[in-house]
């Protein structure tokens, strides 16, 4: 790769170390994803002294504009680095080379970056709705000092045992304080936050959701959801042996006259919805809506379980529902879709004391506890503003894949929120679901049909598409790229066999 810097002479130390210089990697002949041959790169100089210990290596942004990358991949090859034990990030210095990198041997490549290397045109898979990754190099430096210091708080006995009874109800009363901190930003407190007690802490949405119905409901009973919804809910549902009855809906979530239609004729023992960023169609419901729901439920006795996954993304949501009726809602809430997916950590206000105690013996059953280790990095970041700057970065991020999809694609066929992550794709007539996604599929994306998220009614001729699924902005313009050109053909000029 051709470069305006000169590459330091075979078996020198950079001149780096004395401020002048600049290390880059030779990524010829390397056969492998290039975060993997940045990495390996490092390790090959730190092996063979071109790299001493202390060596301040390349910003990230500088090194990607020399090579020509995109600064994700860059990020994402230091990440891999630090991995293996070959570079230390410290805050607000910069990356240097550790002390002990010469000592480390060489590290096996994970599984997934073995089957890249193996298949490097791999699917893009956006069947999983998940944040973008955030550009923004310094604060995965700042996530990585935060996971070693949180580590500090966990007491090592707490791994070597199972948790006691007082630990596994809903948390420990410093997990919960946090996460009734970060509760309060939508459920309108301004000066105080909810009340731990009220607060249950679980390891991930889905578990929360998990033990919800098993508390709210038993085998045969009857649930309400949206006429498209979370296929997760579904998934849980039926295992639990529930009826799901969808409701219907229009452009703006859930309609409350169907509601009422449904909870008479079918007596729900629940109510579950997702009034903010609806997940496929990115609906929100508006206030007018969610008094309506409140005002159902309350006269019915019904409860609701509240879904604000995505809630704290738009900077102008609605109140949620659990404000116009606390007493009846459970306002599910985690750090899944806007801080870190891997962190599986959620919360759930209850709707007061004894009913967070019932949950909390509804995930002992289920779940028996939280892992202490994510419960601390939530705790921690949220403490220190951490959770807050993903947050940030991530609805950055997100704006501006939105801003390209809204360039790219027919305003008439997309239905989104400025500041989400995903997308609702209405199809052309000339096209069915399963012919749109065969010919995505071929393209090397994978996306979801209406079919999964179904509950009530015919399946609307649309999919899902997840901006955040593709790790590097370049690789999201390209996927747009072949969703507008594929909807302006048809099935037949796009190969596809009817």
């Known amino acids: 790769m051709q470069s305006d810097i000169p590459a330091y002479a075979e078996g020198s130390v950079p001149a780096e170390q004395s401020g002048t210089g600049i290390w880059q990697p030779d990524l010829a002949n390397r056969n492998k994803p290039v975060y993997l041959a940045i990495a390996d790169a490092i390790a090959d100089d730190v092996r063979g002294g071109r790299l001493a210990a202390g060596y301040r290596m390349p910003p990230q942004r500088a090194l990607a504009d020399r090579l020509g990358l995109d600064l994700t991949t860059v990020s994402r090859a230091y990440g891999e680095a630090r991995r293996r034990g070959l570079l230390d990030a410290r805050v607000g210095q910069g990356t240097f080379i550790s002390a002990g990198a010469g000592n480390t041997p060489p590290a096996p490549l994970p599984a997934t970056a073995r089957r890249a290397t193996m298949a490097p045109s791999a699917i893009i898979d956006m069947t999983m709705n998940q944040p973008p990754l955030p550009d923004a190099p310094e604060l995965l430096d700042r996530v990585c000092q935060g996971l070693a210091q949180a580590m500090h708080r966990i007491d090592p006995q707490s791994l070597l045992r199972y948790p006691d009874a007082a630990t596994a109800a809903g948390g420990l009363e410093e997990d919960r304080i946090a996460g009734a901190h970060w509760l309060s930003r939508r459920l309108g407190f301004r000066d105080a936050a909810p009340d731990p007690g009220r607060i249950v802490v679980c390891p991930g949405t889905q578990s929360a959701l998990l033990a919800l119905l098993c508390m709210l409901a038993r085998p045969g009973d009857t649930v309400c959801t949206e006429a498209l919804t979370y296929p997760g809910f579904r998934t849980i549902a039926g295992q639990l042996g529930l009826r799901v009855v969808g409701v219907a809906m229009d452009g703006d979530g859930i309609d409350p006259d169907a509601l009422r239609a449904a909870v008479a004729t079918h007596a729900p023992k629940a109510l579950y919805c997702t009034p903010t960023l609806h997940n496929p169609t ?79 013996a509804a995930q002992r059953a289920t779940m028996l506890g939280t892992p202490p280790i994510p419960a601390a990095v939530a705790t921690r970041w949220i403490g220190d503003g951490t959770a807050d700057a993903l947050l940030a970065a991530i609805r950055a991020e997100a704006t501006i894949r939105q801003r390209m999809a809204r360039d790219l694609l027919p305003s008439s066929a997309m239905t989104a929120h400025p500041q989400g992550f995903h997308l609702w794709l209405a199809l052309p007539p000339v096209w069915t679901r399963g012919e749109f996604a065969a010919h995505l599929r071929g393209r090397g994306i994978a996306a979801a049909v209406s079919d999964i998220f179904l509950t009530a009614g015919p399946a609307p001729e649309a999919l899902r598409i997840c901006l955040g699924a593709p790790i590097a902005r370049a690789d999201c313009r390209h996927m747009l790229d072949i969703l507008a050109d594929t909807l302006e053909q048809s099935p037949a000029l796009a190969g596809i066999v009817i």
């Not at 929100?284 to 379980?305: K, M, N, Q, S, W």
């Not at 809602?329 to 105690?357: E, N, S, W």
């Open 282 to 360: 990115t609906a929100t419901l508006p206030v007018e809506r969610r008094a309506a729901i409140a005002a159902i439920a309350r006269e019915h006795g019904i409860p609701i379980v509240e879904d604000d996954i995505y809630g704290v993304l738009p900077q102008d949501a609605p109140p949620p529902i659990a404000t116009l009726a606390p007493d009846l809602t459970f306002h599910v809430t985690g750090l899944a879709k806007c801080v870190a997916p891997g962190l599986r950590i959620a919360y759930v206000a209850a709707p007061d004391a004894r009913q967070a105690m019932r949950l909390a």
